[in-house]
């Protein structure tokens, strides 16, 4: 899996980031471990979120896997730790709370599922805005085989993506889904058409939402993501603040003109 020409940029020896125009790309590069999780991805992938984050040209962000064989296997088991009791195992998790930083993140975040999306990997997907998978998806949460549970927000987030009994089936069984099961429980939103065709899918995903008053986009995800935690009147209350945020800017301005002289908008973010 690799990007049109573009300049690649190493954050470490496990995450890269590439800018195309104004879309930003995070990449996992372990393809040689199906880009399982390590303490580099963990530091990379946020210290990534957040260098797009405070860039003013990127407007979408991309998440994806290097290699052909999956987006991400979960976390790399072969990172040794010596016996641990539930305190300590308690505190080294809580200073790893990575897939976390996506939250912080005000612009729209896609995932390119392709290949293997296991346990931490699929975590890692559930706290993106949008799911695009690859015909040849497997995605599970198999940690309770292993006699344990997710610990990267899997049990929090799945119910929220789907309906709690398919999160539970998911969640108790351990099962893997196809591409095709993932999309009828609405897991992932959108599958490509082909395997090879993915990346080019999300890249004009990308690029459509990019093109929109990046302002409107911001909020509309933040009233979207805050009706999951908000009682009713509240949430109706922040998105008619929003609107009336929304109302008087230039770039609403331009898009009624646009619309009015039948010409593209040019938006600013302003």
Not at 29 to 52: S, T, Y
């Amino acid at each position: 899996m690799s990007l049109p020409e573009k300049v690649v940029e190493s954050i470490n020896d496990a995450v890269n980031v590439c800018r195309d125009g104004n879309v930003g790309w995070v990449i996992l590069n372990r393809p040689k471990q199906i880009n399982a999780i390590n303490d580099e991805i963990r530091v990379g992938v946020p210290e990534a979120l957040e260098q797009f984050e405070k860039d003013k040209e990127i407007r979408v962000i991309v998440i994806r896997g290097e290699g052909e064989r999956g987006l991400c296997a979960g976390a790399d088991i072969k990172e040794r730790r010596g016996p641990e009791n539930s305190l300590q195992v308690r505190k080294r998790m809580e200073c790893a709370r990575w897939i976390e930083s996506i939250d912080q993140t005000t612009k729209p975040v896609i995932v390119a599922i392709h290949g293997y999306c296991m346990g931490g990997g699929l975590e890692l997907a559930l706290a993106c805005d949008i799911r695009y998978a690859s015909p040849n998806a497997v995605m599970a949460l198999p940690e309770t085989g292993l006699g344990l549970i997710p610990g990267g927000g899997g049990t929090q987030r799945l119910s929220r993506v789907v309906a709690p009994g398919h999160a539970l089936d998911m969640l108790l069984s351990g099962d893997r889904l196809d591409a095709a099961r993932a999309r009828s429980i609405g897991l992932v939103t959108r599958v490509a058409e082909t395997q090879e065709s993915l990346l080019q899918e999300v890249s004009e995903l990308a690029q459509k939402i990019a093109m929109k008053p990046p302002l409107a986009t911001t909020y509309v995800k933040r009233a979207a993501r805050a009706s999951l935690e908000l009682e009713l009147k509240r949430g109706l209350d922040l998105e008619l603040d929003l609107f009336a945020l929304l109302a008087p800017t230039e770039d609403a301005r331009e898009a009624a003109s646009a619309f009015s002289e039948r010409r593209s908008p040019n938006f600013i973010g302003e």
